[in-house]
């Protein structure tokens, strides 16, 4: 991360960590502590959780939109605004 980390959680089956800063959310490796995907938006980050299921990532920011992200990819899914 570039700024201090501001949240962090273990995805439901403790496999993976979702952290953020207040620019971007990163899903991390538990076992090995690599970082898996970067998750951002165009403004500043406000919240970022895991789906019940850990396949998602859902972040909200200050740029007025929340995205679902694929958790295995990165891709966004869909952006709501």
């Known amino acids: 991360h570039r700024f201090p980390v501001s949240s962090a959680a273990f995805s439901p089956d403790g496999s993976e960590i979702l952290s953020r800063d207040e620019s971007k959310a990163k899903i991390w490796c538990a ?3 690599r970082c898996l995907q970067t998750l951002g938006h165009a ?5 970022a959780v895991f789906s019940p299921s850990g396949e998602a990532v859902l972040t909200a920011s200050c740029d007025w939109t929340a995205k679902i992200w694929c ?5 966004c899914l869909r952006t709501l605004e």
């Open 43 to 47: 403004d500043a980050l406000c919240s």
């Open 31 to 33: 076992a090995s502590g």
């Open 71 to 75: 958790s295995a990819t990165g891709e």
